[in-house]
């Protein structure tokens, strides 16, 4: 599944100012979190919306939209989705399988629905991946952004769309995938495992989603 050496390679080369905004906001996640506290709890959620708008205009996650209208909608969602992210944001991508559904839907819809007119909900359930996973990967770790890049370069066998409106049964499949190739794969645990060490001082959390998308970007 995993080079590890051209991971390592693609660590050393990735550029620097995303690898920075990332770590950044990670590092910050980590401070905060506990048994009790988390980044979209009522004391934490307005500076990790504006932490997230602010990182992520950078990374063309609105465009061509107005990213103004995309904060007011975003401010929204991390409000609604709160109590469903609490219930996901212990499981990583090796546990995908028992993460609760019905969270995940919440999910999958209030970070949908910030590129959707007005903010509404799609009714098909298809919506801007970049937009929704982007916004996923920073607040969670386990899922990959899934940009045009990344969607070209994962095997064939993912059957990953490469069009850029996902529905959840689409993003749901390719997870389970990546979570199946994961647990087979001891050595490329650890390797995860020590990176997360290294970088973010603890292996508490390890974002395996970032760590993959950097594999495949």
Known sequence: ???????????????????????????????????????????????????????????QAYRP?????????????????????????????????????????????????????????????????????KHLMFLWGQTLAFDSRVRTRIPWYYNAPKDNRWCLKDWKRVMRRFQEDLRRDQEVLRAFKDESVRRYKTDSIIPYGRFLDIYYH
């Open 1 to 59: 599944m995993i080079d590890l050496k051209e991971f390592r390679t693609k660590l050393r080369t990735f550029n620097q100012r995303y690898m920075r905004e990332f770590d950044g906001f990670w590092r910050w996640k980590l401070q905060i979190e506990t048994k009790n506290d988390h980044i979209l709890d009522d004391a934490h959620r307005q500076e990790a919306c504006r932490r997230l708008w602010t990182i992520l205009r950078g990374w």
């Open 65 to 133: 939209y107005d990213s103004t209208a995309c904060l007011r909608i975003l401010e929204d969602s991390l409000g609604k989705m709160a109590d469903a992210y609490n219930e996901i944001r212990s499981y990583s991508l090796l546990e995908f399988n028992e993460v609760p559904n019905k969270s995940l839907e919440l999910i999958w819809h209030e970070l949908g629905r910030v590129k959707e007119e007005g903010g509404k909900r799609n009714v098909s359930v298809y919506y801007y991946i970049v937009s929704l996973s």
